[in-house]
């Protein structure tokens, strides 16, 4: 079974990432896209303990020759998964793509969004212009870091930059 432990660097930035957006407001829901074992979700479980969260992944591999997680064995990451997350209440696997779920989330009915699925510029830029209208507190996501440059170009062409990037390469864009 696939097995991969956040280190301390992604617990903490993420963690300081749930932190930014309490002190915007109460967070109710979330949307995760690109759940991959569940690390992360689990990380907002439990920084987030009010919060529905909304694990969206079509847990298919071979999505980016450049990102090693695009290799491994996708059912074995999905069975990690939901190993991880079966005792996080609040907690709901959405199988598929964002768009898969357009009828889901109306304009405005979520809170925050973190974006950590496909990586590269057209498929970050597509994320965000999916999820923007729904969101009503901030739009987030993962490595804004020189290692992905697809991330930091669209963000920086959609927000011109984000309001705060952490130390994991967690990034924020409050929307209020």
């Known amino acids: 079974m ?4 956040a280190d301390h660097n992604s617990r903490k ?13 109460k967070v109710t829901s979330i949307v ?13 479980h439990e920084n987030l303990p009010d919060a529905d969260i909304f694990c969206v992944d079509p847990w298919e591999g071979g999505y980016d020759d450049k990102d090693v997680a695009s290799s491994h064995d996708m059912a074995q990451v999905e ?6 997350t079966e005792a996080c209440e609040r ?11 357009e009828d889901n989330f109306e304009p405005l009915s979520v809170d925050a969004v973190y974006l950590d699925g496909c990586h590269t510029y057209d498929a970050l830029k597509r994320d965000i212009a999916f999820w923007l ?33 952490f130390a994991d390469g967690s990034w924020v864009k409050f929307l209020t």
């Open 91 to 101: 907690v709901l696997k959405l199988k598929g793509t964002s768009q898969d779920f």
């Open 79 to 84: 069975a990690a998964f939901d190993k991880r």
């Open 32 to 44: 995760e896209v690109g759940s991959f074992a569940g690390e992360s979700a689990e990380i907002l």
């Open 133 to 165: 209208p729904r969101c009503r507190l901030a739009i987030c996501g993962h490595d804004y870091t020189a290692n992905w440059p697809g991330v930091v170009e669209a963000v920086d062409e959609v927000f011109f930059k984000p309001d705060r990037v």
């Open 13 to 25: 930035g993420l963690a300081d990432l749930c932190r930014a957006l309490l002190e915007k407001g």
């Open 2 to 5: 696939y097995e991969m432990r």
